[in-house]
């Protein structure tokens, strides 16, 4: 976690990092879908990221086009309705690798359900070497399984992928003791311990997902994805954000 300004080493504290999003970021203000503008913007925020020298993954939400519990709970069969979650997420990968490759960016998308015509299938081996090349990998359709979120699969990733952290892009600038929208004198944390996420309920991500990055000693930060130039200037050590270890 030191800063590397020498040689061919990125100047920043990490050189390999997993940047989580939900599938709502890419909606904008429209309520739901995709909204290609914001996607764009999104993408230069990873462009910015990517010049930098550090190699990145990204794992996508597909709350904006179908959600798999709420699907559940208006009486679908769970399982079912995961996979449909799932499929969302692709659709929301292959959106940002359309976005990434305008900017020049290589990309590959990988997905955890084999559909070889869209995605390449996931090989951890192969996806490291993909990095290793300076390409970005999106990583798709969870971990193909139902029951798993993809807060789950973005820890479970970053851990195969021997990722430095995790960047949580949400829409408040870290975390905090309770709503910060909802009440004006919610406290943000600028360090949290995994248990105490834990144990307060805070959300950050589900509780599989912080237990696996606990275990791993893999530390979560927690931004403001709306904030422009926060996802490079973190990595510089700068700007507002919470980090979970």
Do not use: W
Not at 18 to 35: N, P, R, T, V
Not at 76 to 98: F, I, K, P, S
Not at 111 to 127: F, G, L, Q, T
Not at 153 to 180: H, Q, W
């Amino acid at each position: 976690m030191t800063d590397d300004t020498s040689g061919d080493g990125p100047a920043t504290r990490y050189s390999r990092v997993l940047l989580k999003i939900s599938g709502e970021a890419l909606m904008g203000d429209q309520g739901y879908g995709l909204h290609p503008p914001t996607v764009a913007r999104i993408a230069r925020e990873v462009q910015s990221v990517h010049e930098l020298g550090v190699e990145i993954c990204m794992v996508i939400g597909g709350g904006n086009i179908f959600r798999g519990l709420q699907g559940s709970a208006q009486g679908m069969e769970r399982t079912t309705a995961d996979y449909m979650g799932m499929l969302a997420t692709v659709m929301n990968a292959l959106a940002m690798q359309a976005a990434l490759e305008a900017l020049g960016i290589h990309t590959r998308v990988i997905s955890a359900i084999r559909m070889d015509e869209v995605a390449e299938p996931y090989i951890r081996r192969r996806a490291v070497r993909h990095l290793e090349k300076k390409r970005v990998c999106i990583f798709a359709a969870g971990t193909g399984n139902p029951y798993f979120t993809t807060d789950t699969a973005a820890t479970l990733r970053a851990n195969e992928m021997s990722c430095e952290a995790i960047f949580k892009g949400t829409k408040v600038d870290g975390v905090y003791d309770k709503d910060p929208k909802a009440h004006a004198d919610a406290k943000r944390f600028d360090r949290i311990s995994y248990d105490d996420v834990l144990a307060q309920h805070l959300g950050v991500m589900d509780a599989s997902a912080i237990a696996l990055a606990r275990d791993n000693d893999l530390p979560i930060i927690v931004f403001s994805l709306d904030e422009p130039g926060g996802f490079r200037g973190i990595l510089a050590g700068k700007g507002t954000f919470t980090i979970v270890e």
